[in-house]
């Protein structure tokens, strides 16, 4: 079946950190693959995506690279700011199951000054 | 801007008191979700219209039900609401089921 599995957090860095949170996922299929970003009090935010092997998402200096010899698909940001405080979501998408979306458990993230 | 709407932002019901929320949007999708979100976990899907073809999952309680008018509306009836619902409702849509876009939620307080 699909799956997503996501680093467990809480993860707390320091202003201008280098951010790694790492994503795994099964799927039986080609899956899409996302990063969804969650603000407090606030919905999902679409941060980035990939649709086939080796694509790049990236967007506000977040980035990850879709691996399919290694199905993961980790996010990373060279600097991270206090405004980036939120709780991440990877996400997959698989057209073989009428592209339900199956969530990883989100990885909250703060930045400290 | 096109964008999902969902209204209110928070809402406070009592238990056994039935409460609707609503979402709409103006992105011209065809695909409307709802899902349900708790503290410190991801959403959960509970159902989704693909057009007007509703889309339950198995194991939604019965107590949730939706209602999708036309292309621009969904609502989420809680007939009998438990305190185990108290939850973050968020609604999403897509165009034939690919990237979603999500709106900024309802929160719902069950006292």
């Known amino acids: 079946g699909n799956s997503v599995t996501q680093m467990e957090g809480p993860v707390t860095l320091s202003e201008e950190a280098f951010l790694t949170i790492n994503c795994t996922y099964t799927?039986?299929?080609?899956?899409?693959l996302f990063w969804y970003v969650q603000y407090p009090g606030e919905g999902l935010q679409l941060l980035l995506k990939?649709?086939?092997?080796?694509d790049k998402g990236s967007n506000k200096g977040f980035e990850a690279t879709y691996r399919k010899e290694t199905t993961s698909f980790h996010l990373e940001k060279g600097s991270v700011q206090v405004s980036d405080s939120a709780v991440y979501f990877c996400?997959?998408?698989?057209?073989?199951?009428?592209?339900?979306?199956?969530f990883g458990t989100g990885t909250s993230l703060t930045v400290i000054p | 801007d096109a964008m999902v709407i969902q209204n209110p932002r928070y809402q406070v019901t009592q238990f056994g008191k039935p409460v609707t929320l609503s979402c709409s949007q103006t992105?011209?999708?065809?695909?409307m979700y709802w899902y349900q979100q708790k503290s410190s976990q991801a959403p959960k899907l509970l159902f989704h219209?693909?057009?007007?073809?509703?889309?339950n999952e198995a194991d939604t309680p019965d107590n949730f039900q939706s209602r999708r008018p036309n292309t621009s509306f969904c609502f989420l009836d809680i007939r009998s609401p438990g305190l185990g619902d108290a939850a973050m409702y968020l609604c999403?849509?897509?165009?034939?089921?690919?990237?979603?876009?999500f709106g900024p939620g309802t929160r719902l307080t069950v006292l």
């Open positions: 999403a849509t897509s165009r034939d089921r690919r990237e979603q876009f």
């Open positions: 799927a039986t299929g080609y899956p899409s």
């Open positions: 990939a649709t086939k092997a080796d």
């Open positions: 996400a997959l998408s698989d057209r073989n199951t009428g592209n339900q979306f199956y």
């Open positions: 992105l011209n999708h065809n695909v």
């Open positions: 219209y693909y057009d007007k073809d509703f889309n």
